[in-house]
Structures are given as C-alpha cells and as structure tokens.
C-alpha cells in the first residue's frame, strides 16, 4: 500500500514549501500512487496561489497501516 505526498514551494521563497497529503488513498501499487501523486500536483498549481508543486513521492506504509 502507497500513500500520495506533493511538495509545494512558494513562486515568491523556494524555501517555503507545504507538503499535501493524499486523502483518497491509500493505493495498492505504486502505479495507482504515482498516477495520484500526478493528478494532486496539477490539482495544488491550479488551486493555490503562489504555490508551486516541486516533488512527489509514494510512501509505502507498514502493513496495517491505512495512513
């Protein structure tokens, strides 16, 4: 199971950044992860101002783990 994360910066300070968490998931394959992490970073640039998505990642949780 993966969990989606998008780190967003700042346009105007780099170094401000605000890491948004998947509320949909978790995934079964890093695949389905991946295609979310995608869709969430589009989602982050069009709906915050001065904010820029920079990174993603797909955390694999622990086994019992749902978030």
């Known amino acids: 199971?993966?969990?989606?994360?998008?780190?967003?910066?700042?346009?105007?300070?780099?170094?401000?950044?605000?890491e948004f968490h998947d509320t949909r998931g978790p995934y079964d394959t890093r695949a389905a992860?991946?295609?979310?992490?995608m869709e969430m970073g589009r989602d982050v640039g069009e709906m915050t101002h001065g904010l820029m998505p920079k990174k993603?990642?797909?955390q694999a949780l622990k086994k019992g783990m749902l978030s």
């Open 1 to 18: 199971m993966f969990k989606a994360i998008v780190l967003a910066c700042a346009i105007a300070n780099p170094a401000d950044c605000i």
């Open 33 to 37: 992860c991946e295609r979310r992490a």
């Open 56 to 58: 993603w990642r797909c």
